[in-house]
Structure formats: structure tokens, C-alpha cells
């Protein structure tokens, strides 16, 4: 049975950081490229953030320079690092992994951030 668990999420104020992980498990890890996603209140789910296996990254032009993707196969973990912080960062975060044409994701994390 394939698991995203996201973790990380949280309330902050503007200018702060918090770092998102999400663990996986059922799924060869290594074989998978990764992703976060968002999705506020009453906005459609956006890419925020790609790592293919080889670590090519990829990000919305709204989060460049300000988050960064890792991922860890050793662990099975993909993070997002979130700095500079913005109240329209606020939103739920989810975790995807998809391989071909197979796609899985988390139950998402909320991140609230006060102005």
C-alpha cells in the first residue's frame, strides 16, 4: 500500500520559514519523481515545486528563489524548504509521486501564514 505522509506544516508569520517533509512508503522511492502542490480556499491545486530521480528541479515562478526541493532516497523523504514567507503562501500542501503513469498523493499539511 503506497503512504505520502507530509509533515511540517504550521502557522508563521510573514518573512518566516518552515520546511515541509514527506515520507514515502509502498513505492520504490529512487524510481519516482517528486512534487508539491497547493491549494487554497477556493483555488484550484497548483504545482509548486518538481525533483525528478536524476534532481532536476523545477518551480512556479510565485516561489522561485524563495523555496527549495530536496529529496533523500536514503530516507525516502522529498523536503520543501519555504523561506521569505508570504501570506499568499497560505494554503494545504500535498505531496505527489508519480512514475509513468501511476500518480500518488498525501493528505496534505495546512500552511497558515499571519501578516
Known amino acids: 500500500q503506497v503512504q505520502l505522509v507530509e509533515s511540517g506544516g504550521g502557522l508563521v508569520q510573514a518573512g518566516g520559514s518552515l520546511r515541509l517533509a514527506c515520507a514515502a512508503s509502498?513505492?520504490?522511492?529512487?524510481?519516482?519523481?517528486m512534487g508539491w502542490y497547493r491549494q487554497a480556499p477556493g483555488k484550484q491545486r497548483e504545482l509548486v515545486a518538481t525533483i525528478t530521480t536524476g534532481g532536476s528541479t523545477n518551480y512556479a515562478d510565485s516561489v522561485k528563489g524563495r523555496f527549495t526541493i530536496s529529496r533523500d532516497n536514503a530516507k525516502n523523504t522529498v523536503y520543501l524548504q519555504m523561506n521569505s514567507l508570504k501570506p499568499e503562501d497560505t494554503a494545504v500542501y500535498y505531496c505527489?509521486?508519480?512514475?509513468?503513469?501511476?500518480?500518488?498523493w498525501g493528505q496534505g499539511t495546512q500552511v497558515t501564514v499571519s501578516s
Open positions: 505527489k509521486a508519480n512514475r509513468w503513469f501511476d500518480a500518488y
Open positions: 509502498g513505492i520504490i522511492f529512487s524510481n519516482n519523481n
